[in-house]
């Protein structure tokens, strides 16, 4: 994930994720970013929503310690 901020906008993080719909780039704004980072710590997973209305469930891939 990237921290960006874009013209006009508030500061957004970027997912590094395309929409499986429409192909568009996912972005959440800073101030959820702490919520989906709390869901993928409990839950491993996050539920990101696009604009085009496509909802896409992440996973958190965590490395295996040895």
Same mark, same amino acid.
């Given at each position: 994930?990237? @921290?960006?901020? /874009?013209?006009? #906008?508030?500061?957004?993080?970027? #997912? ?7 192909? @568009? /780039? ?24 696009? @604009? ?9 891939? /965590?490395?295996?310690? /040895?």
């Amino acid at each position: 994930m990237n @921290t960006q901020k /874009r013209s006009g #906008m508030e500061e957004v993080v970027d #997912m590094e994720l395309h929409c499986v719909r429409c192909g @568009t /780039r996912l972005y959440i704004p800073m101030a959820q970013a702490d919520a989906v980072l709390a869901s993928l710590e409990r839950c491993g997973a996050a539920i990101l929503v696009c @604009t085009c209305g496509q909802a896409q469930l992440i996973w958190w891939k /965590r490395q295996q310690q /040895r």
